[in-house]
């Protein structure tokens, strides 16, 4: 199958909560708005074949970041927005050329416990980030003196977000760059050997996925209103690897149906909320012991063309 | 002031040992992180929770059934999830979160998500060298040394022991020398269960027990292994001692996150001088 026809049928599938009108669809929709930059982001890493667990602790300091910068200091919306996303990628690339020095399995457990103690600083530092009380009174977002108040603005606003990010990692997917992201999973001594600076473009592409995820952090700010530090514990990053999982990592496009296949899930859930995460569990489980490549696999979606 | 940071760092050093063991054990041996090895700490305290706290058992022989518990869960589980994808590191991996989650949304349906307490089985407390030491910690330090002495003679003396250790060090020829890897596998991962569930069961009594009680337990192990090197039993203990008394020291001085804080602090510093940490053979 071309690759863009399940991103034809993601665009057609868009337009489902104008369908249904209700309030609770649209919610559902912008959330797969957050989650489709934060997977898609994160795939970019697993294709580099280092699966960084501190993702959502950097979508959490774009939201934290962002959502004090209105309140206390009073920056403009659209301009926290943006500086919560720089704050998230500047913290990665200050830490990039340690945690980049290693790889596989210690560069995951490492990211892991990297997440975990930002996590545990979000919840202690209570007279910056009010604990676990959390942090309320986010003001609504407003660009150009447009005030965003309902659930169909921030869905649009975050159909623009989601359509650039996921632009741009397309075009990287399908560029020349993207065949050094590939190689540097594949064959990294080739690439060395070629002149390619291997630990250049992992740092870039670090620094890239946390300023993606930095930005929806902060767009989650403003549209929930509320941040907790458990928003992003745990359960965020086995949502992330849930949705990576079963769309398949081999191209970006299978975040992109994962995420559109697993956010509206709660909403099937909703009388058994208990055992969602219990289903999100088994769903794991199985797709890795029977589909282990995914959607994308099942599909028979290619990323790159293979060129003669 | 002193003394008592060393005798704390000491006591809490041996229990983040025993766990940094058992998940170093079962990566050294079957490449497989398992995220899910705070889970089965987990599951131990909650097995004491019930026989000791509820039903009223003996202490000790709660304990002992936490800590048989987990390793039997750890020795089904492992069959039937884990050892397909025993090879392969990172589906491995996200499967060992798909049994963490599994387990902690199960802890969660059967206890609910309060955090609860349960009477100390000792009290009182005792001077050495001039800093206050509690019973209850105490027996978990006994408890921690035997086990991990037990832990020692089984790896050095026993065959099975020894050919967890040969597996460890080359997966081939150990199979070429007659050892059959999927016995090894199974008793390597029950092991390290085994120790989780009795590390949980023994600090049941001084933290509260939760379903989430394993998370952060699982942060501190991991890093303690990547400070030692992952898959090393020697780089496990050293790196505990280092991080158990480091966090006491920073603890006391200034407060637990700081501590956290802290020992990450140590780990990225040893990264930069030695990426495959402490006692790190170089992997892959």
């Known amino acids: ?121 979000m919840q202690d530092w209570i007279s910056l980030t009010n604990g676990n009380s959390g942090l309320f009174g986010i003001p609504k977002f407003s660009i150009l003196g447009l005030r965003l108040t309902a659930t169909q603005h921030y869905y649009a606003m975050g159909m623009i977000w989601t359509a650039m990010s996921f632009g741009v990692l397309w075009a990287i997917e399908k560029s020349d760059i993207g065949v050094i992201f590939q190689s540097l999973n594949e064959n990294e001594m080739v690439t060395r050997s070629l002149g390619g600076n291997a630990m250049a473009w992992r740092i870039a592409a670090f620094v890239l996925s946390a300023l993606i995820a930095g930005i929806s952090g902060g767009f989650y700010a403003f549209y929930i209103g509320l941040l907790t530090p458990d928003t992003f514990g745990l359960r965020a990053i ?44 088994v769903c794991l489980g199985v797709f890795l012991m029977f589909f282990r490549q995914g959607l994308v696999a099942l599909l028979r979606i290619e990323g790159r063309e293979k060129r003669p | 002031m002193i003394a008592q940071i060393v005798v704390n760092g000491i006591l809490a050093g041996l229990v983040y040992v025993i766990m940094a063991l058992g998940f170093t054990l079962v990566f050294g041996i079957m490449r497989v992180v398992n995220f899910a090895h705070g889970e089965f700490y987990m599951t131990g305290a909650m097995v004491v929770m019930v026989l000791y706290g509820v039903l009223g058992w003996p202490f000790f022989v709660a304990v002992a059934i936490a800590g048989v518990t ?102 081939e020829t150990a199979s070429l020398m007659g050892i059959e ?35 952060l337990v699982i942060v501190r192990a991991f890093v303690i292994v990547i400070l030692g090197g992952l898959g090393s039993v020697p780089g496990a203990v050293l790196g505990g001692m280092i991080i158990g008394l480091c966090e006491s020291a920073v603890a006391t001085l200034v407060n637990p996150t700081a501590a956290l804080i802290a020992s990450f602090g140590v780990v990225l510093a040893i990264i930069i001088v030695r990426p495959t940490g402490l006692m790190g053979r170089i992997v892959r």
């Open chain 2, 70 to 171: 987990a390793a039997l869960m750890g020795v089904v589980i492992e069959r039937i999830l884990i050892r397909p994808l025993v090879t392969e590191e990172m589906p491995g991996m996200i499967m060992t979160f798909a049994i963490g989650t599994t387990l902690q949304s199960g802890a969660l349906l059967l206890f609910g998500p309060a955090e609860r307490n349960i009477p100390r089985p000792f009290s009182g407390t005792w001077n050495a060298i001039g800093a206050v030491v509690p019973w209850d910690r105490t027996t978990v330090a006994v408890a921690a040394l035997l086990i991990l002495s037990l832990f020692y003679s089984f790896l050095k003396f026993t065959r099975t022991g020894l050919a967890m250790q040969a597996v460890s060090q080359d997966r």
């Open chain 1, 238 to 281: 086995v949502d992330l690897l849930v949705i990576n999982t079963i769309g398949g990592v081999s191209t970006v496009i299978g975040p992109l149906l994962g995420a559109i296949l697993i956010v509206p899930l709660p909403e099937l859930l909703r009388d058994a909320r208990e055992y969602q995460l219990l289903i999100y569990g």
């Open chain 1, 1 to 121: 199958m071309k690759p863009v026809y399940p991103v034809i049928a993601v665009v057609v599938i868009s337009g489902i909560p104008w369908l249904l009108g209700d309030r609770y669809s649209f919610h559902i929709a912008t959330m797969a708005t957050i989650m489709i930059p934060m997977a898609t982001s994160m795939n970019l890493m697993v294709k580099i074949g280092q699966l960084s667990l501190a993702h959502v602790a950097f979508m959490g300091m774009g939201a934290y970041c962002s959502a004090l910068l209105t309140m206390r200091v009073g920056v403009p919306p659209f301009l926290s927005l943006l500086s919560g996303g720089i704050f998230a990628a500047a913290v990665a690339a200050l830490f990039a050329p340690i945690f980049l020095r290693i790889k596989g399995t210690y560069f995951v457990l490492l990211t892991f416990a990297f997440g975990e103690i930002i996590n545990l600083i």
């Open chain 2, 181 to 215: 890897s999927s016995m090894i596998y199974a008793v390597s991962f029950g092991m390290s269960c085994l120790l989780a569930g009795l590390a949980g069961a023994l600090m049941a009594p001084i933290y509260p027990i939760g379903p989430y009680m394993g998370e």
